[in-house]
């Protein structure tokens, strides 16, 4: 089995920034990809990002792009996510995900998922 556990989450204010980090224990996956999803509420789950093993491949969504970035150390079984320019949309649960399968933008399979650590934009 393999656990995931997320930290970093806060109460921030609009511009500012936060690095989220995911840590991996249990069964690792070599060369798999790992993201992040988030969870506004009142809204459906929606993808954010994902890194391949080596860290060569990265995937953002839209709405994030050019500010928000993913990266990991292997050594260290970690997946961070930087996330920079916050505004008051990327208020949700942010969810650490491993790994991840089938079609990363439309349609992503999920075999583990963290408990989620909250975000918080304010205006």
């Known amino acids: 089995q393999v656990q995931l556990v997320e930290s970093g989450g806060g109460l921030v204010q609009a511009g500012g920034s936060l690095r989220l980090s995911c840590a991996a224990s249990?069964?690792?996956?070599?060369?798999?990809?790992m993201g992040w999803f988030r969870q506004a509420p009142g809204k459906e789950r929606e993808f954010v990002t994902a890194?391949?093993?080596?860290?060569?491949?990265?995937y953002y969504a839209d709405s994030v792009k050019g500010r928000f970035t993913i990266s990991r150390d292997n050594a260290k079984n970690t997946v961070y996510l930087q996330m920079n320019s916050l505004k008051p949309e990327d208020t949700a649960v942010y969810y650490c995900?491993?790994?991840?399968?089938?079609?990363?933008?439309?349609?992503?399979?999920?075999?583990?998922w963290g408990q989620g650590t909250q975000v918080t934009v304010s205006s």
């Open positions: 890194i391949n093993w080596s860290g060569s491949s990265t």
């Open positions: 995900a491993a790994p991840i399968r089938g079609a990363i933008f439309s349609n992503p399979l999920v075999d583990y």
């Open positions: 249990g069964r690792t996956f070599s060369s798999n990809t």
